[in-house]
């Protein structure tokens, strides 16, 4: 058992755990982040896209992905080091009267919720995503301050920090018991020593449930598979990721952006959903995901794909992350959960973990606490995924 007694200590250094280190660390605490892969980011966080946005149809994820934006959008002023952050905006495209609908529809919770978001008839939306199919299209909401960045450089600016704000980091070691005394959190046993402290978060993404019940809890996350793609670089064309929620054989939404650097990058959301951790890519994904491209944006077709693989979402069962205290084990803090916006919720999530473990909350955490609680009632499904 090291002799170090930390004021807290963080499982996972991915889209979550790492920020939630430095954000501790922010605050004084003397942190450990442990992490079973050889280096931070490792897990699902390399895997994103890349994708920041605070358009969401739940509340406490607009909130906690303002924060993040306002993060992303002032590290590089702030700290020196490029996320490759780019401010080009997210657009839901609509083809389909009923998304159309929709969409306009959840306008009215997202400019509620201070979010600069509007709907832009089909000639505006073509000027904002040039070489979008116009036949059919009926217009699309334009939010133009998400945008997109790095994971890996994400990753590894925020770890810079944390190591500055004094955080310990052991890489290649798994967490293997969470320990408990008096139903408190005494400290955590690792494949190669032990730790004390009286503060654990759980921040172990798609592994959360098996993290939990090394504290003889329980979390409602399970992983599920998706397949990203990316493309050789090419001069910019493409100022948003474009968003198209229609269903299609195999595939529910899909969406793309061009990064900063040049290169186009792609996803979709299987359908039925792939559950399980089989992270081995397929030769399903990219015929199918070129084709409905293409279709959409018909100049992609002259660009060459350099790869593609395949990465674990983090679900729950209504698409809301949970954060918040265990009622059950005192010391214990879910930030688990993130579904398919782990990387773009991680810097406010990350804030608002060190606001729960040093008790300084902010005004409106209440109702975001209520909204992700681990407690909670699993009803109901996140509108936008
Ligand atoms: C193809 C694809 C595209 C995506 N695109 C986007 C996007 O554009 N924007 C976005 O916001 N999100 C995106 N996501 C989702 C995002 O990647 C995840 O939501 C996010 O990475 C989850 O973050 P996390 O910190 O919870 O998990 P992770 O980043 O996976 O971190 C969890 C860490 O916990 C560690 N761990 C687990 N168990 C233990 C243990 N027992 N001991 C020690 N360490 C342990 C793991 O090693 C891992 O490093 C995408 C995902 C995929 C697959």
């Not at 503060?199 to 504290?215: D, E, F, K, P």
């Not at 040049?262 to 994904?285: L, M």
């Not at 077709?301 to 949970?322: E, F």
């Not at 409106?364 to 996140?382: K, M």
Request: hydrophobic content about 40%.
């Amino acid at each position: 058992m090291s002799s170090t007694v930390y004021d807290a200590i963080v499982i996972g250094a991915g889209s979550v755990g790492m920020p939630s280190a430095m954000a501790l660390a922010e605050q004084g605490l003397k942190v450990l982040c442990l992490d079973a892969f050889a280096s931070g980011g490792q897990g699902s966080n390399k895997c994103a896209l890349g994708g920041i946005r605070a358009t969401h149809s739940a509340p406490a994820k607009i909130r906690l992905c303002l924060d993040s934006l306002a993060l992303f959008s002032s590290w590089e002023a702030a700290h020196g080091d490029s996320l490759e952050w780019y401010q080009g905006g997210y657009a839901f495209v609509a083809y389909r009267p009923e998304d159309e609908r929709m969409l306009k529809e959840l306008l009215v919770v997202q400019k509620a919720a201070g979010l600069n978001i509007g709907w832009l008839e089909p000639e505006a939306l073509l000027r904002v995503a040039p070489g979008l199919l116009r036949d059919g299209l009926l217009g699309g909401t334009y939010s133009p301050e998400d945008g997109s960045a790095s994971p890996m450089r994400s990753n590894l600016a925020f770890q810079r920090r944390a190591v500055a704000l004094g955080v310990d980091f052991r890489f290649n070691e798994r967490v293997t018991s969470i320990m408990r005394r008096k139903g408190k959190v005494v400290g955590v046993r690792t494949d190669k020593g032990g730790f004390a402290t009286g503060c654990v978060i759980n921040a172990a993404g798609a592994w959360a449930r098996s993290v939990a019940q090394l504290g003889g809890l329980d979390a409602p996350v399970a992983p599920d598979c998706h397949e990203g793609g990316i493309t050789e670089p090419v001069a910019p064309f493409l100022d948003p990721m474009v968003v198209d929620i229609r269903p299609a054989p195999g595939s529910a939404n899909f969406y793309f952006y061009q990064h900063r650097p040049g290169q186009v990058i792609f996803c979709y959301t299987p359908s039925p959903a792939i559950v399980g951790s089989d992270r081995r890519e397929t030769s399903a994904f990219l015929p199918q995901i070129a084709r409905r491209m293409v279709e959409l944006m018909p100049k992609l077709g002259n660009l060459k794909v350099r790869r593609t693989w395949r990465g674990l979402y983090p679900m729950t069962p209504d698409g809301s992350p949970i954060v918040g205290r265990s009622p059950e084990l005192e010391g214990y803090i879910d930030a688990i959960g993130m579904c398919g916006q782990g990387y773009m919720l991680g810097p406010g999530v990350g804030a608002l973990v060190a606001r729960i473990a040093t008790g300084a909350f902010r005004d409106g955490d209440d109702a975001i606490l209520r909204e992700l609680s681990p407690s909670r009632v699993f009803g109901g499904g996140e509108a936008l995924g």
